[in-house]
């Protein structure tokens, strides 16, 4: 693992545009082969609130939120303190600002540069915005070409007047010029190939090219732009997407498409996947295949919608009415949002059972460099063995589990898809044997199918093993890191498969290990739990809630702290 | 009304008002069988038999002319459903086997009176000797049925009460 | 047999037997619905009825063709999404009282205005069935037969057709489960008509509301051409007694999806066109 990197905290509040200076700046980085991470935080307001881009520089992809940030710009500082928990200052921090006699306690004493935004924005142009001359200022500390900058900026700015675009013409050439030397040494650029993408952009491209071609979107944050994406992706390869009036009709139009054998996806967060879970018990039963992406936020109910946490584990996990096996992955990082998505819609295809994808907020709204996502290669479809009747029976039980599924417009298959227990034909059953083998059926095609290597991603050796699912994987891998600096070097098994768990890959993983703790970000340990239920192993828990993203640092010292002990 | 001025469209309504007959008699006798109601259950599988009889009777009849395609809605009878078809609703679960009988009765003299109007009124001479000959049989049916009925007893009052509430659904 | 018409309502039946109460309505929509069918000649094999949850939701099962028997209140939502994913397809929504205007009474709301090409038939008895007899959003105010209302629910009755309009709804119609023939031909017009067409079935529950026999006397055929605009169809439903059957309201207006969300390169290669989205990612 590569060890250079630059934090940089933007913020600013009433329009400053900061988000935008921090797009910008990881674009232009990126085209010159750089690799970093964007991430965003606001205030409530829609409009004019503080807002904060947190940008990370690195070398590597395996991409944390930063612990603490080598530079904290400000443009103002309106309302910094509400970001106080996350832009945390080192030692050697340093401040650029305008204002310093406004610098908040917990960054006094730091080196602080001045810059005057507002006079060298309104000096170089008439149109001139702060944000343009912090984006040259810094795009300078990261010696990337004037050019650059200049050819993201415009693009931004493609549609906007062009008086505003000289504007921001102007003031990166004099922020550009006005920029004082930082000494320090800046991650290598030296990419190539990359992309460019929020997980929840991923995670639409991967529902699409693993063949969805329906959509019903009901809005919520942190999951929209996972379904604006896909709104014109869908349209581009001549699909549809439908807005909904509210979750449960999003839900239930995705299984009317399936229900016509078009892969169907719909993606929602926390309180959407609470709305949606009888339909998806629905699914279960009437052998519906598709696919729902849950972007976690902070819970339960309407929460810390901005913000990132992993505490929907439970409801994906157990959330559905009756017995109802179901499949739930995660993503490990931005490119595996597509390729954990692209992979939850063979097998729900596969398999003719809802997928639950679980990403996060962190994931889904955070901007990254990354190589370009690795896509499954087709599943070999699961042919069910061959019927002994010329009759088709919907609900057949077979070896597999799996029976074949007709589609409106077959020839001679004409079923009717039932919520209710049903025989073998598909007709409405109440009789225990009918009950015992469709809930062995279901079972039995999770359970007996051969999910291969990918159900997670195993790391390292030692006797300790740091155990996640989902965005937490890269904040373990940098906490193993440090620990094997400290001379305690741990293995860490990411589960990108949740439900059916992996219990033999996971046994064999964690084989020998005389401590297994299981890290995750949220505040009832639900992963520990459900493992906990799971396998014969040592383990720990160390669940840490949100807002604040996980820290490699806090997990290493946990980690290490009780080893000592 | 209007009167079948040609046999082809009286034929048509022939066929369809006992092709109608029959397929209700055998829903209304499914119905309830499943309820558990056998007595008329089975009863009115007999009555099914009965109006395939006739209807086999008008087909074969119908067999030499090329009758009229009509669409249900396009029948021209005296009441919103072809007059021997048994209406749903005045099925019960517990209704007895003489009710079941009386429903049947109706219909039956529904469909002698509806054949005896286009006997007397039909412009076409032919039509009215065809619509003469299925008033008379289906009188006869009627007439049967009423001595059937005079030799069972009217049920009790009460009898279509059931002490359980009804039963939530399986 | 000589038959009396080309296919047979018989031909669309499943060989599941219908389990609802003799003297229940519902076996009247199923007889208009299955007329309805043959006389279109409907292929079996392209033809789709989506319910939910309640007595009228059972009867897909009992038609021949292909079915999705869903959750309660929803199957208005899986039956616009099947539409939109496969538009070659027939699809008719149906279900009950409850399940469209009370638990499903926002995607009643939203179909209407959003105009996706199908046929919704509610069939409405004024209660709750199959969850024994409660009062239902269309039940009279002061219908004390219920434990759960025992001095009636106390609120006023939902107006389907009244509300339809007030959502958009194109095209609205009223049948009664004593006259099959008309309803069948309702149906078959719904069919034929290009955008959401709404069928508000008085389908009599001779088990909890006996009273409902009464109907046959009270229901009364309009015999006017249905009319053409909203303001004009506004007073006669909010002022008529909601017992005027036949078509109503007929105003086409734009289907969902419009032409610009069909796609405009439908021949255009999908993995091009996958790859170029994958291009708009390159950082470089």
Known sequence: MGDTQLSIAITGAGGAGVISCGELLLKAWARCGGRGLLRKAFGPQIRGGEAAALLKFTDHERYTAAGRYDIIVALDWVNFDRFQDEIIAGPDTVVICEDSERIPASLRGLPVIHHAFAQLASSSHPEGRMNMVAAGLLGHLLRLPMSALLEQALAKLANKPEAYRDGARACIASGYAASKDIDRPLPARDASGAWCLTGNQAAGFGALSAGVRFAAAYPITPASDALEWLAGGLEAVGGHLMQAEDELAAINMTIGAAFGGVPAFTATSGPGLALMSESLGLAVASETPLTLLNVMRGGPSTGIPTKSEQADLDIALHGLHGDAPHLVLAALDIPDCASATAWAVQLAQALQVPAIVLSDQFLGQSTAVVAPPRLPAALAAAEPTPSTTDEYLRYRLTASGVSTLAHPGDADARYTADGLEHNERGTPSARASDHREQLDKRRRKLESFDYGPDWGRCVGKGDTALVSFGSASAALDEAAARLAEQGAPVRTVALRLLSPLPVSGLELALAGCSRVVVVEQNHSAQLYHYLKGRLDLPLESLAIPGPVPLNPHTIAEAVGARQDA | ?170 | MNEPIAVSPKSFKSAVKPIWCPGCGHFSVLNAITKAMAALAIDKDNSVLVSGIGCSSRLPAYVDAYGFHGVHGRGLAVAQGLKVARPELTVIALGGDGDGFSIGGNHFLHACRRNVNLVYIAMDNEVYGMTKGQASPTTPMDWDHSKLTPHGPGVRPFKPAAIALAAGAPWIARAYSGNPNQMAKLIAEAIEFEGFSFIHVLSQCITFCPEQTDWKAIVHERSEPPLDSADLAARLFLADDGFATGLLYREPRATWPPPLHIHKNKNKNENEALAALAAAFAAQ
């Open chain 2, 1 to 170: 009304m209007t009167l079948h001025t040609e046999l082809a469209t009286f034929l048509a309504h022939s066929l369809a008002l006992e092709s109608e007959a029959r397929e209700r008699y055998l829903e209304l006798s499914e119905s309830l069988a499943a309820h558990h109601n056998g007595d008329a259950a089975a009863f009115f599988q007999r009555m099914a038999c009965e109006a395939g009889q006739h209807l086999e009777e008008v087909a074969e009849l119908a067999g030499d002319h090329v009758l009229p395609q009509l669409q249900p809605w396009e029948y021209a009878w005296p009441d919103p459903e072809a007059p021997e078809s048994a209406s749903y609703e005045a099925l019960h679960y517990r209704m007895s086997l003489v009710e079941a009988m009386h429903l049947a009765l109706h219909k039956e003299q529904d469909a002698a009176a509806y054949y005896r109007q286009v006997a007397s009124d039909s412009l076409c001479s032919e039509t009215r000797r065809v619509a003469a000959g299925f008033a008379a049989e289906e009188e006869q049916h009627a007439a049967a049925l009423q001595t059937m009925i005079a030799q069972l007893d009217e049920p009790a009052e009460h009898h279509r009460l059931d002490e359980d509430d009804p039963q939530l659904p399986a």
